[in-house]
């Protein structure tokens, strides 16, 4: 996954294929709320989903969204 500033992209192995395969598919565009500056994203072991958050430099807690995985 790659997260840009309005959005995120999502590389995914074909079916039966490996890692190797990536660089010959293209990304999928996953769901990701607006922010003002998204930066951070990971996946979340324990609930196949995602999570991500901004970037705020003014010492105020930021959100953190949780994002679920959604069967294609």
């Not at 660089?23 to 999570?51: K, M, R």
């Amino acid at each position: 996954m790659i997260r840009v500033y309005d959005g995120a992209f999502e590389w995914r192995v074909p079916e039966g294929g490996s890692f190797d395969d990536l660089p010959d598919e293209d990304p999928v565009i996953v769901p990701a709320a607006t922010e003002h500056q998204g930066e951070a994203i990971a996946y979340d072991p324990e609930t196949g989903g995602y999570l991500h958050a901004s970037e705020d430099q003014s010492g105020n807690p930021i959100p953190i969204y949780r994002v679920p995985c959604v069967a294609d």
